[in-house]
């Protein structure tokens, strides 16, 4: 989409019980989500565009958005919801990121993948690096969640969101997730 074209997007910061997160939305779909990070203001400066096009309101979101940030609440304070009728926009992001994020997607809570079982489900067997750097750059964390992708042991490594190991191992005891973090026998 040329910069003429291109549709400006609105985001929004939200208290929740691990902190203040953002969501960016264009067109009534979400376009990015930020876990907390030490402030609210790198918050803010995380989930605007980079070039600028996205305004921070001071307003409260409306419709699908509102009722997207009251379930992340919710979710966040324990009332879990899988947050897959959130609608996306993931036009701009690759094919192969955008299949691994679908699968991700599907994982309910209180469950996890291994990066390695991602990469068998798109057809991509042995790719098991690169689904980890692409979750690495999910611009939709907790909505696609990243979080429920282990490695192949069940332990935790490598999370690029805000707080990262430790924001993963919150986000999963949440969603009260068994065995994450435990080497299995197997």
């Not at 985001?11 to 960016?24: K, S």
């Not at 993931?90 to 994982?107: H, K, L, M």
């Not at 939709?140 to 190991?165: K, Q």
Request: hydrophobic share 40%; aromatic share 6%.
């Amino acid at each position: 989409m040329s910069e003429s074209t291109r549709v400006s997007a609105e985001a929004a910061l939200f208290e929740t019980a691990i902190g203040i997160c953002a969501i960016a939305w264009r067109e009534g779909a979400v376009i990015r989500f930020a876990l907390p990070e030490t402030n609210p203001a790198k918050t803010r400066a995380r989930i605007t565009d980079r070039r600028g096009g996205d305004e921070v309101t001071g307003q409260p979101a409306s419709g699908p958005i509102a009722d997207a940030i009251a379930v992340i609440q919710a979710h966040l304070a324990g009332e879990l919801d899988d947050l897959r009728w959130i609608p996306l926009d993931t036009s701009g992001i690759p094919d192969f990121n955008r299949a691994v994020y679908e699968v991700t997607r599907a994982i309910d809570p209180g469950h996890t993948l291994s990066y390695g079982q991602v990469a068998d489900r798109i057809g991509a067997p042995g790719a098991a690096q690169a689904v980890g750097q692409a979750l690495g750059r999910n611009p939709i964390p907790l909505i696609i969640p990243c979080h429920r992708v282990l490695a192949a042991d069940h332990t935790l490594n490598g999370f690029s969101a805000p707080g990262g190991i430790d924001t993963k191992q919150r986000l999963l005891t949440i969603e009260r997730t068994p065995g994450f973090g435990e080497p299995t026998l197997f």
